[in-house]
């Protein structure tokens, strides 16, 4: 079955870097496009990145463009998301996405916490 698994999350300084990293199985990883939400307190959840299963197309919430960048490394099955620059408003918890033949499968995310 599809297992997203999501790390890298923690407190940071604005100013500062985090990269997040999630794991996949149970699919073949470099067939499908995987992308990054995240859900602040009392917030919906939002498409903060995406990036396509050769890893040739990106695409950024505007937020986030120029601070955050997507990659992935289909030999380790793996998606990341380096994030510098962080400010207060990146507090959220972190999840990776992957739809699968109509349906998202969820990692269970990962809390970023931006505070001095």
């Known amino acids: 079955q599809v297992q997203l698994v999501e790390s890298g999350g923690g407190l940071v300084q604005p100013g500062g870097s985090l990269r997040l990293s999630c794991t996949a199985s149970g699919f073949i990883f470099s067939a499908y496009t995987m992308s990054w939400f995240r859900q602040a307190p009392g917030k919906e959840r939002d498409l903060v990145a995406g990036?396509?299963?050769?890893?040739?197309?990106?695409n950024y919430a505007d937020s986030v463009k120029g601070r955050f960048t997507i990659s992935r490394d289909n030999a380790k099955n793996t998606v990341y998301l380096q994030m510098n620059s962080l400010e207060p408003e990146d507090t959220a918890v972190y999840f990776c996405?992957?739809?699968?033949?109509?349906?998202?499968?969820w990692g269970k995310g990962t809390l970023v916490t931006v505070s001095s």
């Open positions: 990036i396509s299963g050769t890893g040739g197309i990106t």
């Open positions: 996405r992957v739809r699968k033949l109509g349906t998202d499968y």
